[in-house]
Nanobody
Framework: QVQLVESGGGLVQPGGSLRLSCTAS???????MGWYRQAPGKERGLVAQ???????EYADYAKGRFTISREYGKYTVYLQMNSLKPEDTAVYLC?????????WGQGTQVTVSS
């Protein structure tokens, strides 16, 4: 059974930083792992992802502020988020594409507010 377990969300002031982590169990390889986010009333969208060969992809708003990385030897990815803005408030969901199947974590809330 595949599971994606996220951690690292929380409340942060504008301009602050958070680091999200996601560990996948039950998979033995992946094509991509990354993060999506969904705010109330908005569609789920890609934040950042990393491919098995190391290439990364970011949403335009994430470029220069967010960094995705992986821990080699483990199915763990991190999302370092800096210079957070109130509009970054959302549920952040870990995603993995493995063996032709999409897998999702339960999500972690990120709230940016003063």
């Amino acid at each position: 059974q595949v599971q994606l377990v996220e951690s690292g969300g929380g409340l942060v002031q504008p301009g602050g930083s958070l680091r999200l982590s996601c560990t996948a169990s039950g998979i033995f390889s992946f094509y991509s792992m990354g993060w999506y986010r969904q705010a109330p009333g908005k569609e789920r969208g890609l934040v950042a992802q990393i491919f098995h060969y190391g290439t990364t992809e970011y949403a335009d708003y994430a470029k220069g502020r967010f960094t995705i990385s992986r821990e080699y030897g483990k199915y763990t990815v991190y999302l370092q988020m800096n210079s957070l803005k109130p509009e970054d408030t959302a549920v952040y969901l870990c995603h993995a594409y493995s063996g032709g199947t999409n897998y999702w974590g339960q999500g972690t809330q990120v709230t940016v507010s003063s």
